[in-house]
Every structure is written in C-alpha cells, then in structure tokens.
C-alpha cells in the first residue's frame, strides 16, 4: 500500500487531503510543519509528499530543500498553497517539487496528480 505524508499547519486542511487519500486507499501519515515532516522521512519511506508552503518553524521551500539533500528514497512532491505568483511555482520546483497546485483543491484533480505521480492507472 503506498505511504503519503501530508505536510500542512491547518488541521482542517490536512484533514480534508487524508479524507481524498484514505477514500482512495492510500495509508497516509501527517505533519504540521517541514520540521516534523523531515523528521519523519528520515525515519519512515513515503511514495508521495503533499506539502503546504506557508508552515512556522521551517516552511515547505526548506523541507523540500533540505529532504532533497538527504541520503533517502526521493519521492515525488506536491507543493500546495493559495500562493498563484508564477514567482511561487518557480520557487516550489527550484525547492524541488514535481507539482504545483493551487488550493482549493478539488478530488478529482487531485487523485489525477496522485496517481499519476506514483506511476499508478487512473481509477
């Protein structure tokens, strides 16, 4: 069963992306900012990151940054924020996201880029 960590400081947020995810049958595990979240991918494997940008304590450009640096499986990442500056996606994929999306964001948009990041058939 694949593993996704959802990385977001709002709790109604995270909430609602573990909902889309578990409803699709993924097993999904949670941080509320980049430090826990690094934390956790240096102990745990993850096939998929959903990472918020705006986080206290270290925010999603640096966990991504710093994860990308680290001797672990690098799996793809998707960086989500209500931040639509082109100058913020250019950011997020420098930081080394695959995938920029902008919130709201709706089901279905989302298990799209889910599966299709983890190489997986669309439902």
Do not use: C, W
Not at 8 to 27: F, K, P, Q, W
Not at 28 to 57: C, H, Q, R, S
Not at 84 to 89: G, K
Not at 106 to 115: G, H, I, S
């Amino acid at each position: 069963m694949k593993h996704i960590l959802i990385v977001d400081d709002a709790s109604t947020v995270r909430m609602y992306h573990r909902n889309i995810l578990e409803a699709a049958g993924y097993t999904v595990d949670e941080a509320v900012n980049g430090i826990e979240a690094l934390e956790k991918a240096l102990t745990g494997k993850f096939d998929l990151y959903i990472v918020d940008i705006n986080m206290p304590k270290m925010d999603g450009y640096e966990f991504l940054q710093q994860l990308r640096r680290e001797p672990v499986h690098q799996a793809p990442a998707v960086m989500v924020s209500t931040e639509a500056a082109e100058l913020d996606h250019t950011k997020a994929y420098f930081s080394g996201a695959n995938l920029y999306m902008v919130k709201p964001i709706k089901p279905l948009q989302m298990m799209t880029y889910v599966r299709l990041l983890m190489g997986e058939e669309s439902a």
